[in-house]
């Protein structure tokens, strides 16, 4: 590989746009052409197709490459390739397609970004499983997880771009692998090392990066990576806007940036191969490599920990194994050291450089992340200040976060007294807003349609927790008191507030009997009676939840007592400071 630049992967940039006369036939037919609207994660893998991100790919795979992919990391002609591309939609929609047909591809807005030319239609074998360490090889549009219930088909064919999808946040900073080609070749190194990173870049990373891009004598490109779910996710943008700012403390000229739309997906060796392909596509010839880059980040920041050893194994073992795809890859792997701070000449030196009997200083994100939230001190010499103020802005205090308290029990158990006494009881003391979403007042104004079915009871639940989300995501208090009998609902809406603040599930866990001697509206006289179907606790199942951070019992206490005792948990845990 001579010259600044390596040639990309399969030796050619795929071209996959379409050309006027295409462009001119399907926009015209495209109203009765069957379409398909693509969620977050398949317009990132669609973007990088048309862009040439995953050349030499084409399109999507067919049944064939996907099962080589998947179960081999080879698909059909022999070409190393170690995660699946694929397609998935719905059954209604495959049923609506045939071989030699179109299928037009619309982002969430409904605009057409392009369109498939169907070669094959199919359902993956759900019984085979890739070998080793690739059975958590994510789903959806690579792999083998989610996706399956909603869109259990795959379409395979070559794809056309009609127009590269259009992006309002830091749309400067997000680069074709061809305009990022063209910057480097202006720049003053031989070669350059790409950097693919999710997480925040702080004095470590960027220590840490500087000093493997200055011993390999390259230029350096930092792919930020694109959360899948970015629209929702407000940490992207503060991120983003922290690690622009950490660029021009590299010497000019080393340091290209770019925003990448690429899914980090599969174990930490498919995830090797797969960004090593993409930045032989951007140009580089070497990978730079840490724990967060390889989904690794579990270290605690003490140096004999036995997470932290079991990382490390990892790690070493992911480099090792890829030494037998180096040469076919066409890019070579570089660890990351990892970087201790040295109190006394302020300075920070590889871990394995540090002199005997000197004391030094490390600290994981992680960890960095909690004691921001917990209002524990970060020192200095951990994050750069202006990084240190986009950071607070996503991870405040948790005094000022928003939360949620998500009550779960039976029919009678205490959840909407308890839930109701709390928020008079947070509004005199907390300085936020307080909203009661109570299972009766949810299904008068929120699901007045559904009715009791397992599927229409999970339905109200995951209304509830994207309400109580934003209520979250913007400061407040949400108080959930529905019955949320299933424990899978449950994770879901835990899942989906933790994203933007802290989750509380309280357990009223008095029993059925003391439930149902009370019965006020007279529900499980019917439920007996078989008046009313699918009633919890009676004729439907209640699933206790393992994961309650508050257990309350409404027969042993008074309704006071549980407030006082989650009053107490959330001074405990900073939630509140009065």
Request: charged share 25%; with cysteine; aromatic share 8%.
């Amino acid at each position: 590989m001579g010259g600044k630049l390596v040639v990309p992967y399969g030796n050619g940039m795929s071209h996959n746009m379409a050309d006027e006369d295409q462009r001119r036939e399907v926009l015209k037919s495209a109203g009765e052409l069957p379409s398909w609207t693509l969620s977050e994660v398949q317009v990132c893998d669609l973007e990088l197709l048309l862009q040439g991100g995953f050349a030499p790919l084409c399109g999507y795979m067919g049944r064939k490459d996907y099962e080589g992919s998947t179960l081999h990391m080879r698909m059909s002609d022999g070409l190393l390739w170690p995660c699946p591309v694929s397609l998935d939609v719905s059954e209604a929609c495959a049923g609506r397609l045939a071989r030699g047909g179109k299928l037009v591809l619309r982002e969430p807005e409904g605009s057409a970004l392009g369109f498939v030319e169907v070669e094959e239609v199919w359902r993956p074998d759900t019984q085979k499983r890739p070998d080793g360490d690739g059975r958590d090889l994510l789903m959806g549009p690579c792999g083998w997880g989610d996706g399956f219930l909603d869109r259990p088909f795959r379409v395979g064919g070559r794809v056309f771009g009609l127009s590269l999808p259009v992006h309002f946040d830091f749309s400067e900073l997000r680069k074709t692998p061809r305009e990022v080609r063209e910057e480097i070749n202006h720049c003053q190194h031989a070669r350059t090392a790409a950097f693919f990173t999710d997480q925040y870049l702080f004095r470590p990373q960027f220590e840490a990066t500087f000093r493997a891009a200055t011993e390999l004598r390259a230029g350096l490109l930092i792919n930020s990576l694109v959360p899948t779910t970015w629209s929702e996710n407000v940490e992207h943008f503060y991120k983003v806007r922290s690690q622009h700012k950490i660029m021009r403390r590299y010497p000019r000229n080393m340091v290209v940036f770019n925003v990448l739309p690429l899914m980090l997906r599969g174990e930490a060796l498919r995830r090797m191969m797969l960004t090593a392909i993409v930045a032989r596509n951007f140009g580089c010839a070497y990978m730079l490599v840490d724990e967060a880059s390889l989904g690794l980040d579990q270290m605690v920041g003490d140096a004999a920990s036995w997470e932290e050893k079991r990382t490390e194994e990892k790690i070493v073992t992911a480099i090792e194994q890829y030494t037998e795809y180096r040469q076919e890859i066409g890019v070579e792997v570089v660890r990351c050291r990892q970087m201790a701070y040295l109190e006394g000449p302020d300075s920070f030196v590889p871990v394995d450089r540090v002199p005997a009997g000197v004391e030094w200083m490390r600290l994981s994100q992680k960890k960095a992340l909690r004691n921001l939230e917990s209002g524990a001190a970060i020192p200095d010499w951990y994050m750069f200040k202006d990084v240190l103020e986009e950071v607070r802005k996503a991870h405040p205090p948790r005094e000022k976060q928003g939360f949620t308290l998500f009550f779960t029990g039976l029919s009678g158990s205490g959840k909407s007294t308890v839930a109701k006494i709390l928020r008079i009881v947070l509004l005199e003391i907390a300085d936020r807003q307080v909203t009661l979403l109570d299972g009766d007042i949810v299904r008068r104004h929120l699901s007045k349609k559904l009715g009791f079915s397992r599927e229409d009871r999970d339905i109200n639940i995951r209304r509830i927790g994207f309400v109580a989300a934003e209520i979250t995501k913007n400061g407040g208090i949400a108080l959930c008191a529905p019955i949320a009998p299933y424990d899978v609902v449950r994770k879901q809406v835990r899942s989906m507030v933790e994203k933007r603040g802290g989750f509380i599930l309280v357990h009223m866990a008095t029993s059925l009997e003391v439930c149902e001697s009370r019965d006020p509206k007279g529900m499980y006289a019917k439920a007996r009676s078989g008046t009313i179907a699918n009633f919890t606790g009676i004729s439907d199942p209640y699933e206790t939840p393992e994961d309650a951070e508050i257990i309350l019992d409404a027969a042993r206490k008074t309704p006071r007592q549980c407030v006082d005792e989650i009053v107490g948990y959330l001074r405990a845990k900073g939630y509140i400071l009065s």
